[in-house]
């Protein structure tokens, strides 16, 4: 579902609310032989005040079409025109009234108004008036605390998705630098490991250390040392491919992960990054900066390593002879 288009996202959720408002009409009250009463306005209403104008006028679409399926007479052409009538006033109130009012004043206010154009059908539709004097004020009554259980639990359902999805997001996001964490970083790694051996692709990965960056700490003191590991996170981001998957595994350690890549482009794009890094002025103060430097181990899979179980250890040993052999270098 969230690779969906917003577009085709809509219509999914325009069908769900159509269906959602005939089954309301299977559970109505049967007023004559042709005229049903029923909640079937609160779909249209939640998925205008929640999701969108589009949604609510395929769930409008739908349910005209199913009051039509139950029965062609003359209480569902006045249905044709209620819930068009509907859909034009809650949509007025949608767009015009001030966004300030709330999302309770707004479905109060939908839900007046379809209380008081279901009553004017029903005036016109049901001749048993003594019948009616007891129904609508029931019916209102309903609605009302109707609309507004749904207004609150719809609220509150996206209200938790909304935070299972925050949540998710901070289990596999670095807190400081938000480039994937260790465990993201595992998740991806093992994914990309059985692709790459499925399809007989190039896997390869940089581990990279920030060389001396103890020395910052001291000298600087650890805020400082957020912020530069904070942007030398851009500085991977915008060094390497959209599709490559940039992660901080710890400390002053990062990696990144370059999918269906040989070895020549992976040292490319390492070397590409230590001479970002080594450029990049990193602010320690409004007026201050310095330089830093980073030292990074290359591993690919099948070239200089065939065992995937290996991967990981092998770049972390050319991480490691880089440092051996000066620092700000790339080792493979």
């Excluded at 994937?180 to 970083?185: A, D, G, K, T």
Aim: aromatic share 10%; charged share 20%; net charge positive.
């Amino acid at each position: 579902m969230e690779n969906l288009s917003p577009r085709k996202l809509g219509l999914v959720d325009g069908i769900a609310g159509g269906v959602l408002g005939n089954m309301l009409m299977y559970f109505s009250i049967q007023l004559t032989d042709e005229t049903i009463l029923d909640l079937r306005y609160l779909p249209v209403m939640l998925t205008m005040l929640f999701i969108g104008v589009f949604p609510g006028f395929i769930s409008t679409l739908l349910i005209i079409v199913g009051r039509f399926m139950i029965g062609s007479n003359i209480s569902s052409i006045a249905a044709l025109i209620l819930m068009i009538s509907l859909f034009l006033g809650f949509y007025l109130i949608v767009k015009k009234m001030d966004s300030s009012k709330g999302i309770i004043k707004k479905s109060l206010t939908m839900i007046g108004l379809a209380n008081i154009e279901f009553t004017f059908m029903l005036f016109i539709l049901v001749h048993n008036k003594e019948l009616l004097f007891v129904l609508i004020p029931i019916f209102w009554v309903i609605s009302t605390i109707g609309g507004l259980i749904s207004i609150y639990v719809y609220h509150y359902l996206k209200r938790s998705h909304t935070l299972l999805k925050k949540y998710e997001k901070q289990s596999s996001t670095d807190f400081l630098t938000g480039l994937n964490n260790v465990r993201q970083f595992d998740d991806v790694w093992n994914q990309l490991v059985v692709r790459a051996k499925e399809k007989n692709e190039r896997l390869s990965l940089l581990l990279l250390d920030i060389d001396f960056f103890k020395k910052v700490n001291d000298k600087y003191g650890h805020p400082v040392g957020d912020i530069i590991l904070k942007e030398l996170g851009e500085v991977l981001l915008n060094s390497t491919r959209s599709f490559d998957t940039v992660s901080r595994n710890g400390g002053e350690e990062f990696s990144v992960i370059l999918p269906d890549c040989p070895n020549h482009q992976a040292i490319e794009i390492a070397e590409r990054i230590r001479r970002a890094v080594e450029k990049h002025p990193f602010p320690i103060s409004q007026q201050d900066h310095i330089n830093i430097t980073v030292s990074i181990g290359v591993a690919t899979f099948p070239e200089t390593i065939k065992n995937t179980e290996q991967i990981i250890k092998y770049a972390d040993e050319c991480l490691y002879k880089a440092k051996r052999m000066g620092r700000n270098q790339v080792c493979h």
